[in-house]
């Protein structure tokens, strides 16, 4: 390992934990006191990146290499202003469902840090997860623009760019005929996956699993075996399913050295002594099993077995309808049968007709298959362990299936108008449906939920444990049309303290599915810039619905409200015909509105009114 190479990834370490441990010092969001100790140490790691990038730098002049950037093309410019500007496009998204769960535990541990390391282990298990890798990048985020999401997109925006340019730099190693420009496009294509683009506003561990083992497999092909260890490290502690990837990864690797070496079976298990790589791997496995530990002491856990009243959630059982379920999520949701499909061919022409064989490309590219690997593990893992069939926690697989797709495509393809037309091809499908639902097959297997438009979205649910159509409608970004519906009708109705909203279903089901007003978090109404927002100020005023259970109260005291506005939401629950039915005989009706979000959904309201 070079020496220089050494000190720029200890920088790199030391100057994450810097931003860290800095950011937490100087936000405003808490008020805990800052102890001598944990001043100590941010100076100290702040003294160690300086240290360690000064001497990356002066051993790079000292070999020569007068240049320390590289030079950035104008396609990349263009690719890279694109690639950030999409994703700006979602930051005015609020925290949803889960997405606001995870949110609101990250805002609870930022704001109850008590800067010493209990504290960090005690507050930053979000949602019950060993979630501390990925939680402290998210944190610095909260700590940097507190009482708002757009810090913690940032920071997701930050990484995902680093992914994007590490992706580049794996399709370069992997493919060394094709021109520069060429595996960008490629690398654009991969991230726009629907999962990948259109739930990138959707806060989630599910998304740093992925980020993380990009940032793995980037630096084991790099052989950056500190930075691999820092990797393997922070995936090892962002979700359980990141061991999972992890395991499928190491045994991967251990098969392929195992395999290649020569001499007998004792020669080649001392030769697997010698791999870093196997020892990072393993250590990171322990030190999942350290956190593990941590959390179950601090009775922090939430995650794991069990028998739920359905005998079928949380628990590892072979169900041969949710397996079923589960492999069309995998591979026939959000045109994944197309990149399927498109691996089975080239593995066909590879094996039976005149093209390059693709045991050169993975005999060359090792890394490449421990990235299959993990896929593998990951998909076999979600098949025996029964839970909700969540689409974003597929989001690993989705990433290595577009990776491997673009990989065997770029290389099997030998003519180049053919493989630009493929891969633009591909680029474009996954752009659309990004945001609209325009998969036919995805149309075809799946259950439709109505949103009132062109493009009914579906619902990955599973029968054996039926669950809210919230997260399970999650795959791509359309869902995000409901707060920009809520936000339009809040605003036609001129809402304030004195409007009553009426929403027809259940407590449970109208809160945490339709989610005006927030879940976990308190949403409130900003009359002067008309939407929804996380922090009370003197513009705002609290969001107060009436559910159905709530208004019955209120007719049995003879108090309900003489004026209100019903809405539904056929998404979540479709029951307006049953609303409008039993509020009939209390209230008039004017006309029905129909709030559209240009064709990815609609939400209706009515303007009741009581008699004096």
Known sequence: MKQNAVWGQLALVAGILTAFCMTALFTTCNTNVRNA??????????????VMLGLAVWNRLKQGKGKLALPIDKAFLLVAIVFIVIRLAQFDTLPRWDSETYFAALRKACENYEYDFPSLINNFFLAG?????????????????????QGVYAVNLLLSFAGFCCTWGILRHA??????????????????????????????????????????LYSHIKQQYLLMLFWALALATTKETGVICLAGYGVMCVLQKFLHQHGSFRDRGLALLKEKAMWILLG???????????????????????????????????????????????FLLNFYWVLALLILYCVLAAAFGKKQR????????????????????FIV???????????????????????????????????????NLVIGQLCVMMLVQSYY?????????????????????????????PSLQADITVYNNQYTYLDKAYDKILSNIGYDENTVLIMWGSYEKGTRAAAIQGIRDTYYWDKKQHKRVMEESKNTCEIKVLYQTDFKELLQQGNIPQRAVLICTP????????????????YSFDSRHVVSVGESGSVIYYRLYREE
């Not at 100790?37 to 300086?50: G, K």
């Not at 530990?293 to 939430?302: P, R, T, V």
């Not at 639902?437 to 054996?464: C, I, L, R, Y």
């Open 37 to 50: 100790p944990y001043i100590a140490v941010s100076v100290m790691f702040a003294i160690l990146c300086a």
């Open 381 to 419: 893992f979600s098949c025996i362990y029964l839970t909700y069939n969540n689409p974003r926690y597929n989001v690993v697989v989705e990433y290595i299936l577009a990776l491997v797709c673009v990989i065997f495509v770029m290389w099997t393809i030998t003519e180049q108008t053919v493989c």
């Open 129 to 149: 997860h060993v979630s501390l890798g990925y939680a402290l990048f998210l944190a610095m985020g909260y700590f940097i623009w507190p009482n708002a999401a």
């Open 175 to 216: 493919i060394k005929r094709k021109t520069s420009l060429q595996l960008l496009l490629a690398a654009f294509l991969i991230w726009c996956m629907p999962l990948t683009l259109g739930t990138f506003s959707g806060i989630s561990l599910d998304y740093g699993i992925m980020l993380f083992l990009v940032f793995l």
């Open 358 to 377: 693709l045991r050169y490309l993975l005999l060359k590219n090792e890394e490449i298959c421990c990235a299959i690997g993990a896929a593998a593990a």
């Open 284 to 330: 990171s496995g322990g030190a999942f099993l350290l956190m593990r530990a941590l959390q179950l002491l601090f009775g922090k856990s939430s995650w794991g077995t069990g028998i739920s009243k359905s005998g079928l959630h949380n628990v590892f059982k072979w169900q041969w309808d949710y397996v079923l379920l589960k492999l069309q999520t995998f």
């Open 571 to 586: 998404h979540v629950l479709d029951n307006e015909w049953k609303a409008t039915s039993e509020l009939w005989q209390y």
């Open 437 to 465: 639902t325009v998969d036919p097959v995805t149309k075809a297997v799946f259950p439709k939920v109505n949103t009132e438009s062109a493009f009914p979205m579906v619902t990955t649910g599973w029968s054996g444990y």
